[in-house]
């Protein structure tokens, strides 16, 4: 008997690397934020490679498997010890259902998120225009959601990819590219693991996702899988609410979620691209003499900074923006049920007036470039930023 009867089959999460340490014991790390680490004593050591198999395991077999591997003298209240370990290890992440998400974005956020956060077509035209973007563009967009903005460029070139976490997500592209009769590659894997994606691009892209990835596995990738000449796009937004705007307690400047900086926003992009262009100065240096191979695939010329462009963007806020915004995760530290929280919105959403709903996008594109002449972000003078529509 199994404390878990109800989850039949489990598998080791891809989420999770095994590591040893120099001393020889054993941990698995999380590989994507918030990159937790869980020791593994030599039973859970060898439940993680016994759930290993693509498709998952039953977890009666994964524990008579162990018990032979293992024989003990007393088989019941070993019986009891690996039970325990799986539940430690299923509490923690590291053995999932095997069609488990791996994201703290899943299924049920997809449809809000493709209806209540569209990708601005205003950026999607700036993008297309400053990437060069035409019909034989490789493209790939890094975290990509459900889609939104690699669904907009698949209309201008039948070469565009996502890579992307979670399966819900990728999922639903999938589903909409073949609504819309549009091609769409899709790569349900963790971008910190870019780098070892064998493909070359002309034009990747990340948009409001670079915070949950690790940016230097990032850079490292798209050093390797930039083309020449190819551009790479951080996209970077910031939610603007008036004080009064009914969801200001939750989404404002000021919540359980966080405290927004208080800097304007041209501020809090340009630290960002100074982080990227030294990144990429110190990762793309191919005058330093090194002998790892994904250097020595990144091509002669460096990616340096192209510019920085902004745009502000007024947009209904409503119970529906709320819905594809709040992951269950966010829910989670707010100490309340998902249904609570939700009714709570549905309740202030429905007393106010569509004026009082209204809120503002900022974003910024800061563009890359294998190539650029270096963008000077130090004396960079940001300028108005471009009024854009909704959606
Ligand atoms: C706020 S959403 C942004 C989605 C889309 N790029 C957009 O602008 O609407 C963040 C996305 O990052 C994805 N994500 C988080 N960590 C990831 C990782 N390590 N690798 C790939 N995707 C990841 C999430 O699953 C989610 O889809």
Same mark, same amino acid.
């Given at each position: ?28 790390? *999380? ?10 004593? !030599?039973?859970? +050591?060898?439940?993680? #490679?016994?759930?290993? +198999?693509? *498709? ?5 077999? #994964? ?19 690996? %039970? ?14 095997? /069609? ?51 669904? /907009? ?44 994606? %064998? ?27 930039? =083309? ?29 979620? *966080? ?6 926003? /041209? !501020? ?6 100074? +982080?990227?262009?030294?990144?990429? *100065? #110190?990762?793309? /240096? ?19 900074? =192209? ?16 819905? #594809? ?36 996008? %900022? ?5 890359? +470039? ?13 300028? !108005?930023? !471009? ?5």
């Amino acid at each position: 008997m199994t404390l878990m009867p109800a989850v039949a089959r489990l598998t080791a999460s891809p989420n999770f690397s095994l590591c040893q340490a120099a001393n020889g014991s054993a941990y698995v790390v *999380g590989e994507v934020e918030p990159y937790p680490q869980y020791w593994l004593c !030599e039973r859970e +050591r060898l439940l993680f #490679a016994l759930f290993g +198999r693509k *498709g998952g395991v039953p977890v009666e077999e #994964a524990m008579k498997a162990l018990l032979a591997l293992r024989p003990a003298a007393d088989p019941l209240g070993e019986q009891k010890r690996i %039970d325990r370990a799986i539940a430690g290890m299923v509490a923690a992440g590291v053995l999932i259902a095997p /069609a488990g998400e791996l994201s703290r974005y899943g299924k049920a956020m997809a449809r809000d998120y493709l209806v209540h956060r569209p990708f601005p077509t205003g950026l999607v035209g700036h993008l297309r225009r400053a990437g060069g973007i035409g019909g034989q563009s490789r493209v790939l967009d890094l975290a990509s959601g459900p889609g939104s903005l690699a669904l /907009a460029l698949a209309e201008h070139t039948p070469h565009v990819s996502v890579m992307e976490l979670s399966r819900g997500f990728v999922a639903a592209a999938r589903a909409e590219a073949k609504r819309r009769g549009l091609a769409l590659g899709a790569i349900n894997e963790s971008c910190n693991r870019l780098v070892q994606l %064998d493909a070359s691009f002309d034009v990747i892209t990340v948009s409001q996702a670079l915070h949950w990835l690790d940016d230097v596995a990032v850079c490292k990738g798209v050093c390797r899988t930039l =083309a020449a000449a190819g551009s790479f796009f951080v996209i970077h937004a910031a939610m603007d609410l008036p004080e009064s705007h009914p969801l200001a307690h939750i989404l404002g400047n000021r919540t359980p979620l *966080g405290d927004k900086l208080a800097v304007p926003f /041209a !501020e809090q992009v340009r630290p960002l691209f100074r +982080r990227l262009a030294l990144l990429f *100065g #110190a990762l793309d /240096a191919p005058d330093v003499e090194r002998h790892d191979p994904a250097h020595a695939r990144a091509g002669s010329t460096p990616i340096a900074g =192209a510019g920085i462009s902004l745009f502000r963007q007024e947009r209904p806020m409503g119970e529906g923006f709320a819905r #594809a915004f709040l992951s269950d995760r966010h829910i989670a530290v707010l100490g309340q049920t998902a249904d609570a929280v939700q009714r709570d919105i549905a309740e202030r959403c429905s007393v106010a007036t569509p004026d009082q709903l209204m809120g503002a996008m %900022d974003w910024a594109v800061l563009h890359f +470039r294998r190539g650029a002449a270096d963008f000077d972000w130090a004396a960079w003078s940001p300028p !108005e930023p !471009e009024a854009i529509a909704y959606p």
